[in-house]
Structures are given as structure tokens and as C-alpha cells.
Nanobody, 124 residues
Framework: QVQLVESGGGLVQAGDSLRLSCAAS????????MGWFRQAPGKEREFVAA????????IYSDSVKGRFTISRENAKNTVYLQMNSLKPEDTAVYYC?????????????????WGQGTQVTVSS
């Protein structure tokens, strides 16, 4: 069992930046692929970004590409999501997730463990 704790969410204005963090429990963090997803009210959970176990491979959704950056520090069991140029449509609960697969995946079902989420609200 892997426990994930997200932090860094908040209320910001359009154009601002936020950095989300996700701390994972256990000793196997460096073997996991990691992902960020988000879910807005009334909508399905959607993929945002993913990073491979080594950090050498990253992928993004088209809606955030060029604005968001995913990174990880294996020594700290932590994955980050740097979010720049935020827009009101980025408002959602953001979740981090673990995949034992180690690579990068876009699908919710590819992930094995999930955090509780952190709220990001972007005002216009």
C-alpha cells in the first residue's frame, strides 16, 4: 500500500502560478511512474501529466502543455506539478497517482494508488 499526500493547492487569479507537491510513503518510490489528474465538478477525472520512474520521460495533456511541468525528486519521495499561466478552466481538485508500471500512462485505470486531492481554484 502506498499513501500519497498532495499539498500546494489554493485560490489564485488567472495568470498566476502554483506548485503542487505529492509526497509518497514507502521505499519503492523510485520504481513507480507518477501521474497528476484533475476533476472539476460534474466532470470526469482527466489526465494532466505523467513522469516515468527515472524522470526522463514526461507527457502532458494538450490543455496544459507548455504551461505545466511535472518533475520528481526520488530522494524525497516527492513529485511536483508546476502550474504557470493558470486559467479559470484549470479549476479542479488535483490528484496524484502511482503506477507500478514505472512508465507514463494517460488512463485512470493504469494507476494503482491515489491521493486525496488538493483544490485549485483560479478566479478570472
Amino acid at each position: 500500500q502506498v499513501q500519497l499526500v498532495e499539498s500546494g493547492g489554493g485560490l489564485v487569479q488567472a495568470g498566476d502560478s502554483l506548485r503542487l507537491s505529492c509526497a509518497a510513503s514507502g521505499r519503492a518510490f523510485s520504481t513507480y511512474g507518477m501521474g497528476w489528474f484533475r476533476q472539476a465538478p460534474g466532470k470526469e477525472r482527466e489526465f494532466v501529466a505523467a513522469i516515468s520512474r527515472s524522470g526522463n520521460n514526461t507527457i502532458y495533456s494538450d490543455s496544459v502543455k507548455g504551461r505545466f511541468t511535472i518533475s520528481r525528486e526520488n530522494a524525497k519521495n516527492t513529485v511536483y506539478l508546476q502550474m504557470n499561466s493558470l486559467k479559470p478552466e484549470d479549476t479542479a481538485v488535483y490528484y496524484c497517482a502511482v503506477t507500478k508500471g514505472g512508465s507514463v500512462y494517460r488512463k485512470v485505470l493504469s494507476y494503482d494508488y491515489w491521493g486525496q486531492g488538493t483544490q485549485v481554484t483560479v478566479s478570472s
